[in-house]
């Protein structure tokens, strides 16, 4: 597999968006890794370097996406 960037054998994927990356034009950002709810707070473990190519843009304003929530049966 090539480097989206330079073309270059890549040595890794993008956690975001999974563009292939060498180590040349890799970078690291912080990604959300899971989030839960306890009684007064909610709590979240982040990865502080994961791979990122540098390419793709994470939004600046959260996506509203109540449709990943479970249906329950018969409604819609």
């Known amino acids: 597999m090539r480097c989206w960037v330079g073309g270059e054998e890549a040595e890794g994927?993008?956690?975001?968006?999974g563009r292939a990356?060498?180590?040349?034009?890799?970078?690291t950002r912080a990604f959300l890794f899971e989030t839960?709810?306890?009684p007064e707070h909610l709590r979240a473990l982040a990865v502080?370097?994961?791979?990122?190519?540098g390419v793709c843009q994470v939004?600046?304003?959260p996506l509203e996406v109540d449709f990943l929530r479970a249906n329950p049966i018969g409604k819609i």
């Open 36 to 38: 839960w709810q306890e």
């Open 59 to 61: 939004r600046e304003t």
């Open 21 to 27: 990356v060498c180590k040349k034009h890799a970078r």
């Open 13 to 17: 994927m993008c956690r975001f968006c």
């Open 48 to 53: 502080e370097d994961a791979l990122w190519c």
